[in-house]
């Protein structure tokens, strides 16, 4: 089977430009949770996902955004990019309360 | 809002020594998480932790949730090459998502 899996794996933006990010959970997962994640530091979480509601948002301001479709697939969104944006964004999926599967991220780096 | 603490920092070990790391909550949790990141990789799932007190081996890794639910422990015994990472520990305020610690870099040297 596969894991989850993040698209693209590595991205250059310019500051003030707009981003999506894609995630597919593994199959039968239903939550998908987001996180950032800066170089020596641990992850943040931005968003939770479960059955396509938002289930928890983290302390990020209203740039990002992102949402869940009905195959359980998840897109992040970051508008009007800083340079403090770049960083390791990961994906995760599970079951509910339970491990979580990370995919290998995307690295942004917004110059 | 909850906050999760990790020490050391950094730990460097020569391969054969023990390694411990410490994670303290600023709130009770739910249960909590271990995750290994190998340098370069994502977070790997290695333990969750749900009820008081409990302790639970992996092999060479030994993990442990405390009595008040606040704080966890990591033990790994005769540490090898194959370690090194940094240890990520992650707690469920009831609900309220993981919230990650700062992660302890495990350096071995051989």
């Known amino acids: 089977d596969a894991g989850v899996t993040q698209s693209p794996t590595h991205l250059i933006k310019t500051r003030g430009q707009q981003v999506t990010l894609r995630c597919s959970p593994i199959s039968g997962h239903k939550s998908v949770s987001w996180y950032q994640q800066v170089l020596g530091q641990g992850p943040q979480f931005i968003f939770q996902y479960y059955e396509k509601e938002e289930r928890g948002r983290g302390n990020f301001p209203d740039r990002f955004s992102a949402r869940q479709f009905p195959n359980y697939s998840s897109e992040l969104n970051v508008n009007a990019l800083l340079l403090g944006d770049s960083a390791l964004y990961l994906c995760a999926s599970s079951l509910v309360n339970t491990e979580a599967f990370f995919g290998q991220g995307t690295r942004l780096t917004v110059v | 809002g909850q906050q999760v603490m990790q020490i050391p920092q950094y730990q460097h070990v020569q391969e054969g020594e023990d390694f411990t790391t410490y994670c303290n909550s600023s709130t009770t949790l739910s249960n909590i998480q271990w995750y290994k990141q190998r340098p370069g990789g994502h977070p790997v799932f290695l333990i969750q932790l749900v009820k008081s007190g409990e302790v639970k081996k992996q092999k060479r890794l030994t993990f442990q949730f405390g009595e008040a639910k606040k704080n966890s422990s990591l033990h790994i015994t005769a540490t090898q090459t194959t370690d090194v990472g940094t240890y990520f520990c992650?707690?469920?305020?009831?609900?309220?998502?993981?919230?990650f610690g700062p992660g302890t870099r495990l350096s071995v040297l051989p």
């Open positions: 992650a707690g469920d305020n009831y609900g309220q998502n993981f919230v």
